[in-house]
C-alpha cells in the first residue's frame, strides 16, 4: 500500500476521528514522536463528542480514542486533559453516558 499521509495528516486524522484514521494509524506506527506536531483543542474535542451524540461512534471506540491522543507524545493535550482522563478512565469516572456526553460537550461549547 502505497501510503504519500504525513504524520501532521496522521495525527489530526486520528484526532478527528476520520475516515482515513485507518490509514493514518500505519503511518503514526513508524512516526516518531520525540516532537508534538499537533495541539488538541476543545473544538477537536467537540467535533468528536458530536459524532458520539449522533451515534456514528460508540462508547467503546470514543474511550480508545481518548486513551490513544493520552498516550501520544507527539499530541500535546493539555488543553483537554481533564476530559480525556474522565474519557478513558470510566471505571474511575463512573460510566460514560450519552447524557455525560451532552454534559461535557455543553462545558466545552462555553468554554469555546
Known sequence: MNNNMTHLEAVKA??????????????????SQSEVVYCVSNQDVLAVLDKVL???LDMDELEMWAQL???????D???????LYALSN???????TMEKIQQLS???EAKS
Open 14 to 31: 486520528i484526532v478527528h476521528f476520520s475516515e482515513k484514521r485507518s490509514e493514518a494509524f500505519s503511518v503514526l506506527l513508524s512516526a
Open 54 to 56: 449522533s451515534k456514528q
Open 69 to 75: 491522543l493520552d498516550m501520544r507524545e507527539d499530541i
Open 77 to 83: 493535550t493539555q488543553q483537554v486533559e481533564g476530559v
Open 90 to 96: 470510566p471505571e474511575q469516572m463512573g460510566q460514560i
Open 106 to 108: 455543553n462545558l466545552l
